[in-house]
């Protein structure tokens, strides 16, 4: 399986250097996008033991499976809806956006969570110990302003704050940079850069490598206990038109989730070997291990984020659950 790593500072400059968009074709090729992180290990997984080629010859099919790394949900909603991919990898804060945007159209809706991750914006400045504390002389660093699912949840945590209307209030500190880099700046100081609203396994090395890091808050406190802040979605047309390779990619994501739970040494080796990662084994083990980090397919705690996008105005659509924004299969009945 190809893997080009691609960080975007321009989607349409990027994606015009990697992936070409086709027309409608036949069932048989995958064309997946993922981001940086330990929330994208059941890709990985799936990926080195070709668990969706291996699901799609169960079902009489061969599957050419592609995928892409990006930094960013609207880099990935952008190479969505070009049709260079076929299945985004990002936030829920971005999969609400495209959905909201494609209502009628595209119909963009949620295919699997990948899991539970407890996300932590952390800080070195050491004056920094809640969000109220952030002045102007501070840069947060993210995958997207405003559209990531960090600077989602840190719009929701302003807003139960400051109130609704002064949910954005921290935006203006927000700078867009990949994982890697913002914990790179993190550990090394002296930039600019002084936050990261993260995920793991960048979190905790940004936290093990610079003793003034610290913990601001924590994800599942302002969403209010674990949630799926990483998932995967597509278009209705690719649902519809490919079933067996749907199907297949489904399939092999549970499976990559059972490999996951039960052997997490097994699991953190494969996520060192697909990403050339220079992590700690036993630190990523441990991540893997926590028992706040869950590996299931089923979306959960999604729609404080929906109900709060809505009530701000950054989605017109009003969601009456989390069914709405995912699609009708057997593992999403119980989102929520």
């Known amino acids: 399986m190809h893997r080009p790593l691609i960080q975007f500072v321009g989607a349409a400059l990027a994606l015009s250097l990697t992936l070409n968009a086709l ?10 996008a993922e981001q940086f992180g330990i929330v994208y290990l059941l890709l990985n997984i799936a990926q080195e033991q070709k668990l969706i080629e291996k699901q799609g010859r169960a079902a009489g099919l061969e599957i050419q499976v592609e995928t892409v790394k990006l930094s960013g949900g609207a880099a990935v909603n952008e190479a969505l809806l070009s049709g260079h991919i076929d299945v985004a990898g990002a936030g829920v804060g971005p999969l609400l956006t495209i959905w909201d945007r494609t209502a009628g159209k595209q119909n963009v809706r949620g295919i699997a969570s990948l899991g539970n991750f407890p996300y932590y914006l952390t800080s070195i400045n050491p004056a920094v110990r809640s969000i109220a504390d952030f002045g102007p002389q501070d840069r947060i660093a993210l995958p997207a302003v405003g559209v990531s699912v960090q600077s989602r949840i840190l719009q929701l945590a302003s807003a139960k704050l400051w109130g609704d209307a002064s949910y954005n209030k921290l935006d203006a500190l927000q700078v867009a940079l990949p994982h890697p880099e913002a914990t790179a700046a ?11 609203f993260g995920n793991p396994p960048y979190q905790e090395q940004g936290l093990a490598g610079n003793p003034k890091a610290h ?54 080796d494969i996520f060192i070997r697909t990403n050339a990662s220079k992590i ?28 709060f996008m809505h009530r701000v105005g950054a989605i017109k659509q009003r969601p009456s659950s989390a069914r709405d924004y995912f699609f009708d299969d057997a593992h999403n009945a119980a989102a929520n």
Not at 23 to 32: F, K, S, T, Y
Not at 186 to 196: D, F, L, Q, Y
Not at 244 to 259: G, I, N, R
Not at 282 to 302: A, G, S, Y
């Open 215 to 268: 913990i601001v808050l924590k994800s599942y406190e302002v969403l209010g206990g674990p949630a799926s802040a990483t998932v995967l979605y597509g278009t209705e047309k690719f649902r519809r038109d490919n079933p067996k390779t749907y199907a297949a990619f489904v399939a092999a994501l549970a499976e990559a989730a059972a490999f996951a739970s039960s052997r997490p040494e097994e699991a953190a």
């Open 23 to 32: 027309p409608a074709r036949a069932e048989g090729r995958l064309r997946i």
């Open 186 to 196: 993190i550990i090394k100081g002296g930039s600019e850069i002084n936050a990261h």
């Open 280 to 307: 700690d084994r036993e630190t990523l083990i441990r991540i893997i291990r926590n028992p706040e980090v869950q590996f299931k397919l089923t979306p959960q705690n999604t729609f404080a984020l929906a109900d």
